[in-house]
């Protein structure tokens, strides 16, 4: 689910088309054999010839959030840029599918902030800005919790959850949460004050982010007062450091933080940084604060960024599986498909693979030892299960809400395995992902399955389908928790169960993985660029990290980073930062 803050915000006018400025896009999607995976994908045969001219300024390998931010990006720059994809759907991890009329999210579903504007909005919300696309969402203010202590409906905002906290805590609870709000928000200003759109990955970040936005840090710091200044200065350390400092020693109020910080990258309060959990608070615990969810799916997010891409003539090419990184002379000059065919790049290649799959693609002979100690180093995030299911909505409770989180035991920690089950419903906010009178349900255990257990199973063997009925067991039981006693397995239209092979295989993630488990304050996720000229990289194994909006600047501060500070500076000042 990954609790992951989307902001929208106002379109801007678009420079004036003309012929030397806006080249035609292609979106290849040209006939290829398909063969249904164990998750309703599809993979895919590579196309015998690639379509179009095989070249470009800059060559992205893979569709991602990441990758396909970085590329609208370079496209709006006015950068001939060309996206080369694996599948045959666009969108990485967050691509969603089709199976009977039911269309299912792979990936993220809970979002917040569509609606937000400004420089405090998140990187998606101003990368789709810069594109001039927006994307029509649901508005709703809370999901269901079933925990230990108990069910219940939890409501983001700054009073409702007091009342949560009174009935399934305690008064201690209670008054450390306040004391937890009290001293977080105003450090807000000091996260939000600096646009992720301004960032680039070189000196020029002196003039596009430190000169350009030094009054509103000043400001907020001013505002702050000394003592909130002080705590502005941990930001950038373990939000586990703030919790300590301040105290809380409630064991549900340091569970809840812990599987807040879980949903919104992947490791518990003393793995991620302060001011992205400051980001997310100031979301969901402010005055009029919503969630919101994409309608016709958080696919809708993907078709919104190739729209953006192809708008200012940006290429994709679906089905085009990129065998290997060339380099010449020490540089990075393209790369080799699976067909055989190059295709050079011009100005960069730029990969969003993970870290270990960028890796696999470089010729062993030019890779420093620097590099591949660090990514070999680097530990790893387990993988998924998935659950997706089609199924009659006429027996199950009408007042069934679009997201249900399942705790079984806080004492095993929120990243044990088998432990933590999201749900997402999104046919309750958008009925046309689903056939009239059904729903399509989503439930995953959220990067907690170890590969290991998987590790040398031939997917098609009856022990690789007896050990998916093993391990989703637990989503089963859930998902029956949550819809209430009119669903019926047996009655579900459609049944699939994705596994970390699934991730493996399908999403080309080196053993499935969620990717790098990089702890804040011992360690910190690599920069953009490589030690290779003219390679870079963007996506979940790069600075900031792990979430949509984290893959989201990643992209874009690659993209900033290959053009020039005027032509950046110019972008800020169109989009209004």
């Known amino acids: 689910m990954a609790a992951f803050p989307n902001n929208t915000l106002r379109s801007f006018k678009p420079l004036s088309p003309n012929s030397s400025t806006v080249r035609n896009s292609v979106l290849a999607r040209n006939s290829v054999s398909q063969v249904p995976s164990s998750t309703g994908a599809v993979s895919v ?18 569709s991602g959030i990441g990758g396909l931010c970085c590329s609208g990006l370079l496209a709006r720059y006015q950068q001939d840029v060309l996206v080369l994809e694996s599948h045959d759907l666009p969108g990485g991890a967050a691509h969603s599918f089709d199976i009977k009329g039911f269309k299912f999210d792979s990936g993220p579903s809970l979002f917040s902030g569509f609606q937000s504007k400004g420089p405090q909005a998140n990187p998606l919300g101003q990368v789709l800005d810069a594109l001039g696309e927006t994307i029509p969402c649901a508005s709703y203010d809370s999901w269901m919790v079933y925990l230990p202590e108990g069910e219940f409906l939890s409501r983001i905002g700054p009073t409702e959850f007091y ?100 949903l919104l990258a992947g490791v518990k309060s003393n793995g991620i940084l302060s001011a992205e ?138 990243d044990a395995d088998q432990n933590v089950v999201l749900i997402s419903v999104p046919s309750v906010l958008s009925p046309d992902l689903a056939p009239p009178g059904k729903h399509v349900l989503h439930a995953y255990l959220p990067g907690t399955e170890p590969f290991d257990l998987w590790k040398g199973f031939d997917h098609k063997s009856s022990a690789y389908k007896e050990l998916k009925a093993e391990r989703s067991e637990v989503m089963w039981r859930a998902v029956e928790r949550a819809v209430g006693p009119g669903f019926s397995r047996e009655k579900c239209e459609v049944k699939l169960v994705g596994s970390p092979l699934t991730h493996q295989r399908f999403l080309r993630r080196n053993r499935g993985t969620y990717g790098p488990a990089i702890q804040a304050g011992k360690d910190s996720f690599p920069g953009h660029s490589t030690s290779i000229p003219q390679l870079y990289c963007c996506g979940d194994s790069t600075f900031p990290g792990i979430g949509v909006p984290a893959v989201a600047a990643s992209g874009a501060i690659v993209a900033n980073s290959l053009v020039s500070v005027s032509q950046h500076s110019e972008l800020l000042d169109a989009i209004g930062i």
């Open 45 to 62: 045969k590579e196309k015998r010839s690639f379509p179009g001219k095989p070249e470009a300024d800059v060559v992205v390998i893979g």
């Open 163 to 262: 009342k949560d906290l009174e009935k399934y805590a305690s008064a201690n609870a209670v008054r450390e949460w306040k004391k937890l709000l009290d001293a977080i928000l105003p450090l807000s200003a000091a996260a939000m004050a600096l646009p992720p759109l301004s960032i680039r990955g070189d000196l020029g970040v002196l003039s596009t982010a430190a000169a350009r936005y030094a009054p509103s840090l000043l400001k907020s710091f001013v505002q702050m007062g000394p003592q909130g200044a002080l705590g502005a200065t941990k930001l950038l350390r373990p939000f586990s450091e703030i919790i300590d400092s301040l105290e809380l020693k409630d064991p549900f109020i340091r569970n809840w933080v812990d599987l807040l910080a879980f």
């Open 277 to 414: 959990m400051i980001y997310m608070f100031a979301e969901w615990y402010k005055p009029g604060c919503c969630l919101e969810y994409p309608l016709h799916g958080s696919g809708a997010i993907v078709d919104a960024l190739v729209r953006g891409l192809k708008k200012f003539g940006g290429r994709i090419s679906l089905g085009s599986h990129v065998e290997k990184i060339v380099v010449e002379n020490g540089r990075a000059t393209g790369v080799k498909l699976r067909s055989g065919q190059f295709i050079r790049a011009k100005k960069a290649v730029v990969s969003n693979a993970s870290m270990w799959d960028t890796l696999n693609l470089l010729p062993k002979e030019v890779v420093p030892k620097s590099y591949l100690d660090r990514t070999k180093t680097t530990p790893q995030c387990e993988s998924f299960m998935h659950l997706h299911l089609g199924f009659d909505a006429e027996d199950v409770r009408k007042d069934l809400g679009i997201h249900h989180i399942v705790v079984n035991d806080w004492d095993r920690g929120v």
